[in-house]
């Protein structure tokens, strides 16, 4: 059957429900073009087509003896390799965990199967999702499905979630899991001309998620669209007791709720945003996209967030400090990879293991974490940073007085070509200047496609909402996602 | 703040990462180049404000004092949690002699 990749989540779950075509069907098509585009694309670490079919029989089965079927029923999905897949390979895309099989299933992965989603398989990533391009990754580079035209130069699918936006844009997946730390659902949904929302921090449950910086991460949906999003969504959040830090909240019903009408609603659009230099085309897209909320009903009104320049900063200390804590249990004892030289002791055996095992930009991190909470520095680094990012968060809390919803780019460019950055990590680091501020404040953020720049690569529009307002952020996005009209898909040359 | 060769080194055996020396010359000036872009924190006017602890407010729970409260990572577990390792022993983590 053809046509089923092009489907989104809804549309499969609608034609699994009616019986337009069974569920397996859709796997099969999925795990094909899965196959056929690994080679070029690495989007997956580890391919499970056997997942997907088991659960899409199981589906048909349930269909057919008319028991009700989930939210996700039927629809075939990528996990991103951060997730614990039990007896499935996990490895954050790093060597120290190659060959690692969870005995044990991640929270948010349970919820989705249990919604009647089936895996694809796992997705790539930059390693410890600690990246904006996915170059980091121990398995190989993501090579996104766009590309400029008569060039056939790779293009970063964005990072750390790159398998996942490549997958979803290159229909490999109607919809993949990511995580966002500091913008990686964000970035990489803008880079391929897909949707995806970071909730607020606490509404999806981190158990068995490998942390990178426990006081950011957030898992999210990357699909297609806005209602894909809000569906993926529903499936993934929920209070979780194993997670310290999960929101003891009921899951709003987001889908039900969803509405692209901005009558009586204020958007906030943040002067401190509209950096020197900025690209004109990112430039052009923010103003279509103030003009798409107007037109929706929407009263814009300028705001000020005024430490806006100092959250990259403060994100550079907080996130690595976090990131060399919670990296520190690789030690080559328990799990992973165990480098043991001719006659180490201990010490030797965990340094050994711990430089095997790590790339560089995870070691780079580890450094300046360790660095950072070192006696004599904690308060010069680690307690600045802390107080800034309360700064921050208190931009956001004075704006949201203000206005119900905040508009911003997404990424400052569109996608970059892989080595383009790779050389110099601050450059690199530069790319999450509009999607941290949100991370550093743990609200809730979207990217959706809004155009295309002067080479033809999808820009995206980011919608920053109050704490606990999905439905706000969901419902000003999908004002854009109307009016935006965006249609574009990457020629397929794979 | 600017970190030399020999605070490189500190840095990595207190992070237990074996560093080359090839690897340490490299890591200074990128740590450094960090380091001086992080720096512009110190300008910002904190005075009263405390570090944020939690970014979004939230209680500190107990689960309950049960061994097998959650049966997954309760007691009985041994098999499951030896699983992964990369030299079990008798039903033990092994590691390299660290007492003579």
Redesign the interface.
Known sequence: MTGLTDLGIAAIRKGVVDGEFSATEVATAFNAAVAEAQVALNAFIVTTPEKALEAAAKVDADRAAGKPLGTMAGVPIGMKDLFATHGVQTTAASKILE??????ESTVSQKLWDAGAGMLGKLNLDQFAMGSSNETSAFGNVVSPWRRPNDTAPLAPGGSSGGSSTAVSARLAPAATGTDTGGSIRQPAAFTGISGIKP???RCSRWGVVAFAS??DQAGPMARDVTDCAIMLEAMAGFD??D??S?NLPVPEWTANLSGDMKGKKVGIPREYRLDGIDPDVAKTWDDGIAWLKDAGAEIVDISLP?TK?AL??Y??IAPAEA?SNL?RY????????D?PDG?????????T??AG?GPEV??R???G??VL?AG?YD??Y?????????I?RDFTEAFKLVDVILAPTAPSSAFALGEKSAD??EMYLNDVFSVPAS???LPAMSVPAGLDRLGLPLGLQVIGK?FDEQGVLNASLALEQRAQFTARPAKWW | ?S?DTA??AK?????????SESELQA?VP??N???A??????E?D?TG????????P?T??L?EDDVNA?P??GGD?RD??L?????PEHGF?G????IE
């Open positions: 060959g690692f099989k969870p005995q044990y607020t921090y606490g006081s950011l007791p194993k310290s830090t929101l430490h100092y900063p403060t550079y200390i060399s520190a030690d080559g004892v328990r799990y992973g990879l165990r043991l180490a002791g201990l010490q030797d055996m965990y340094a050994a711990r430089a790590f070691k780079r580890i450094m300046i360790t660095y070192s520095f010069a680094y307690t600045q940073a802390q107080k800034v990012r309360a700064l968060a990590p601050l550093l404040a743990g704490a | 703040m970190v605070t490189v840095i990595a055996s207190l992070a237990r990462i074996k560093v890591m990128e740590l180049g960090i380091l872009w992080v720096e512009q924190l110190s910002v904190v404000i405390e570090p944020m602890t939690a970014v979004i939230n500190q729970r689960r959650d997954l990572t577990r499951a949690v699983a992964n390792a990369p030299a983590f590691v390299p002699k660290v």
